[in-house]
Nanobody, 121 residues
Framework: QVQLVESGGGLVQPGGSLRLSCAAS????????MDWYRQAPGKQRELVAA???????YYADSVKGRFTISRDNVKNTVNLQMNGLKPEDTAVYYC???????????????WGQGTLVTVSS
């Protein structure tokens, strides 16, 4: 099994910054991708940023130039630095893991518990 522990959410004023972290633990053979999604009230969950094992990075258009995703392949962590936060960034942010574990032929997919980010004055 793989467990994801997220941290770093909270309340911040517009224009402020937050850093989210997600640590994956367990018997992990390899990680294909660790991503950040978010879900705002009344909206569908959306992909915010993704980083693959090969180093390819994706950002949603709404966060380009403001958010930065990074990964530590030794510690199995992924971070999301969020700058220039806007009220529309308010959402529950979820860490997503895709990788291989012993005894499972396909990629294992795991979601974190979510961390709330509120941008408000």
């Amino acid at each position: 099994q793989v467990q994801l522990v997220e941290s770093g959410g909270g309340l911040v004023q517009p224009g402020g910054s937050l850093r989210l972290s997600c640590a994956a633990s367990g018997n992990i053979l390899s990680i294909n991708s660790m991503d950040w999604y978010r879900q705002a009230p009344g909206k569908q969950r959306e992909l915010v940023a993704a980083i693959t094992n090969g180093g390819s990075i994706y950002y949603a258009d709404s966060v380009k130039g403001r958010f930065t995703i990074s990964r530590d392949n030794v510690k199995n962590t992924v971070n999301l630095q969020m700058n220039g936060l806007k009220p529309e960034d308010t959402a529950v942010y979820y860490c997503y893991f895709q990788g291989r574990v012993p005894g499972v032929l396909r990629y294992l997919e795991v979601w974190g518990q979510g961390t709330l980010v509120t941008v408000s004055s």
